[in-house]
Every structure is written in structure tokens, then in C-alpha cells.
């Protein structure tokens, strides 16, 4: 639908938040400019999750998810990391119809080149894309984007996207959000399907099994490992979650790389089929990605400026929602940015703001609470200023991704719940 006249809006950052809110915008009838310091390449090794709540945004757009390689997940299973015996098991066969969308598995990569292709097919405005650009400042009530060559690029409305690493959330809060380090890394690599299949220690594991998302636990000593198929099913996503060694990186080093005797001393407790999978991992190069939490923010707009994904909220992995409320929160933009002029933003951002300070919230709680008995307390006093108390919450022992879980964050219908709200701010 489109806008009553296009408004000129500024996106810092080209990653899966910033392409989403740019075909979100897009089709909301403005101009669309990136302002993006990297090349657009992105690493191989890392994979993610599409989960139903954002899934329904996508297939709003008409972005199939299957042709860019993605994996519908048909069940969950928990394994006990030293003896390989199932300790949990849920199926997910009824999400498309339960929540209207599957979770689906794929290669950040190809999820990246399907955006930036569904970008330039979406009807509306061309949008200006701007490579090793970096932006070193803002001016959030005049909607300015200063850069570091000097130039000065005047919007209606600036989108921050630009990741964990974002820098200017002070602009929007008055306050430093330090990254918080968990002395966690998560260790990641990709291996063929088969090749796990055709390893007779390894098959048993996943034999007559459903496509999956299947964790193995060893809580005594602290190592996790996730496992998934993506590329359409054609190779298998590894995620080794571990207490981070010291020679493997500082809280910020993203460049870090590990070997694969170091995913074997991280396991050398697991099932000897665990540890069948680790073999199957490269000799070296292993992607290794420090595991970094933020504490919630309790605001995301200032003046023209409004923040979303990473920028906003870093979550852990363990209810699969990183990428996913970012694309949410895509969704919610399009619905309260059609048919707007100047003279609407700054309400249609305060309720941007209202709307996903109350679902962003709870969901970045959820996300990064800590796993055991300090969980739950933990969780009780973070959600305080987000949660709406006449709500159940998911009760104690709840597993990540479990039923009570899945309620509240996979049902959630974006684009729905913004037209209500937007109908009722307009009465």
C-alpha cells in the first residue's frame, strides 16, 4: 500500500534486520536508503533459525523460505550428552497449523542473498545501497546520519540495524548498554548430511528420526551441542556451546577461530557417538563466536531514530529468536509506516515503541535466562517492566522452545496485533 508521499528513510545496516526493514519499507511505498560499512558477504559456517512468528512476515512479502534452502523442523529432542538416551522429545509437526508458519533451518548466507533478491524485486522506490560506508554519528531529532568521510545525509526517519556492535545507543537512551560477556562461545561448523548418515557410530543417533532440532546436554560439565540439517537438507549444522578457553578470543573477537581437538577436549564427557560427530568437524578454522548478552532497553526511539534487532536486544540462542523478532519487528514498521507523512512519525515511532518494548521485552528475558535453578527467579525479576502480570507466564521447569514457550512467542501475529493497535491509537 502506498505512502501518501514517500519519505526518505535512512537504514544503518545491511544484515537480515536491516534488508528485512528495508523490503518492509519498501512496501510501504518510501525511499530506501543502506548505509553498510562491510561488504556483503557473510560467513558460511554460521546458520539460524526462522521461527513461525517471523516466518508469517515473509510469507506476507511472498518470500519462500524453502527457495533460499530452508529446513522445516518437524520435531524437538533433548539427549543426555553422556549416555546418547532421549530425555525429551516434543513434536512440531502441528506449528503450521497451530501458529500459521513452520520453523525452519538455514544458512544465514543464503537467507542474506534471498533478501537482497527479494529487495530488488519488491514494487516501490529503488533503493540506494551504500557499501564500506561507516556511519560515525547521528543527530536523532534533525534525523541526520553523519559519516566518517564527512558527509551528512538528512531523513525523515533512520532505522538502526546495525548489529550487536551498534554504537550509538546512547543516542537513543542517554545511557552505555555494555555488551555483557557469559564466558561462553558458541563453536560452529557445517558438514554433509550423509556423511553422518553413512557413519555407523553416528546414524543411530538420528535414524528414522523426523527433521529435527536436537540438542545434547552434558550440564555437569558445561557443553551443549545443537544439531540441525539446513541446505535443504544436504548438509548438518553443528553448534558446540562451551565455557570459552582462554586462548580462543576476547569477549569481542569475532575473528577467533578453533581446531577440532579443541571441540574434542570440550567434550571429552559426551557419548563416544557424540563425539563421532565432532570427528566430522574440519581439522581447523572452526567459526568461534564469543556468546554476548545485553541487558533489556527500556527505550527504542529518540527524535527520528528507532532501533531494532541486534542493536536493541542480543539474545543467547537457546528459544531461537535473534533474527527472528528482529524480522518481526520489520513487520510491525510496514503496518504503522503506510500511508504516513512527516507529520506521523514520531507518533507512528512511539507506537512502534510501545508495541515492541512489550514483546521484545519478554521474549529477550526468555532468551537469556540462565539455565538451572537460579533461572526462574532470575526471569521473574527481569520481565517486571515488560510483562502484562494479568498473563500466565510459562511455568517453572519450562523447557527452551517448549509448549508454554512456543504459546507466547509463535503465535504472535505481527502485522495483526499492529493494525489493532494502530485502529485504536487512531479512534
Known amino acids: 500500500m502506498a505512502s501518501k508521499s514517500p519519505l526518505k528513510i535512512g537504514i544503518v545496516g545491511a544484515g537480515i534486520a536491516g534488508l528485512s526493514a528495508a523490503i ?12 553498510e560499512r562491510a561488504d556483503l558477504g557473510r560467513e ?3 546458520t ?3 521461527a513461525p512468528n517471523a516466518g508469517k512476515v515473509y510469507d506476507d ?4 523460505l524453502r527457495t533460499v534452502g530452508g529446513v522445516e523442523a518437524r520435531q524437538i529432542r533433548h539427549l543426555d550428552g553422556a549416555t546418547a538416551q532421549t530425555t525429551w522429545q516434543d513434536s512440531l509437526k502441528d506449528l503450521p497449523e497451530r501458529y500459521g508458519a513452520s520453523l525452519r533451518f538455514l544458512r544465514h548466507g543464503d537467507l542474506h542473498t534471498g533478501l537482497l533478491k527479494h529487495l530488488e524485486a519488491t514494487e516501490g522506490h529503488p533503493v540506494k545501497l551504500n557499501l564500506a560506508t561507516n556511519v560515525a554519528d547521528l543527530d536523532c531529532e534533525k534525523g541526520i546520519i553523519r559519516t566518517s568521510d564527512g558527509a551528512e545525509v538528512e531523513k525523515d526517519t533512520i532505522v538502526l540495524a546495525n548489529g550487536l556492535g551498534c554504537h550509538f545507543l546512547k543516542h537513543i537512551t542517554g545511557n552505555d548498554h ?3 560477556d557469559t564466558e561462553l562461545s558458541i563453536f560452529r561448523y557445517i558438514a554433509s548430511a550423509q556423511e553422518f548418515y553413512d557413519d555407523p557410530n553416528i546414524r543411530p543417533l538420528f535414524e528414522n528420526q523426523d527433521d529435527e532440532i536436537c540438542f545434547f546436554h552434558n550440564f555437569a560439565v558445561g557443553t551443549s551441542i545443537v544439531t540441525y540439517r539446513c541446505e535443504g537438507g544436504r548438509d548438518r549444522s553443528i553448534h558446540v556451546i562451551a565455557r570459552r ?3 580462543k578470543g576476547a569477549k569481542a573477537d569475532r575473528s577467533a577461530r578453533a581446531s577440532r581437538s579443541d571441540l574434542l577436549d570440550m567434550a571429552q564427557d559426551f557419548h563416544p557417538s557424540i563425539k563421532a560427530i565432532l570427528h566430522k568437524a574440519p581439522e581447523e578454522g572452526i567459526f568461534s563466536y564469543p556468546l554476548l548478552v545485553r541487558d533489556p532497553l527500556t527505550r527504542y526511539v529518540n527524535g527520528k531514530v528507532v532501533v531494532i534487532g541486534d542493536a536493541a536486544h542480543v539474545m543467547k540462542p537457546q528459544q531461537g529468536q535473534g533474527a527472528s523478532i528482529a524480522i518481526e519487528s520489520t513487520g510491525c514498521l510496514e503496518v504503522l509506516f503506510e500511508e504516513i507523512g512527516k507529520e506521523d512519525v514520531q507518533s507512528r515511532l512511539k507506537l512502534f515503541e510501545k508495541l515492541r518494548l512489550g514483546r521484545c521485552g519478554p521474549v529477550h528475558v526468555f532468551s537469556n535466562m540462565p539455565m538451572g ?6 526471569m521473574l525479576e527481569k520481565i517486571k517492566p515488560f510483562w502484562d502480570e494479568s498473563k500466565p507466564l510459562p511455568p517453572p521447569g519450562s523447557r527452551p522452545v517448549s509448549k508454554p514457550f512456543r504459546d507466547f512467542i509463535y503465535s504472535y501475529n505481527v502485522k495483526e496485533e499492529s493494525k489493532k493497535a ?4 487512531q479512534k
Open 373 to 378: 535453578p537460579e533461572g526462574y527467579p532470575w
Open 422 to 425: 494502530l485502529a485504536g491509537a
Open 44 to 46: 558460511a559456517g554460521i
Open 178 to 180: 555494555p555488551l555483557l
Open 245 to 247: 578457553p582462554p586462548s
Open 48 to 50: 539460524l533459525t526462522v
Open 61 to 64: 512479502w511472498g518470500f519462500d
Open 24 to 35: 518492509a519499507l519498501k512496501r510501504a511505498g518510501h525511499a530506501v536508503e543502506i548505509f
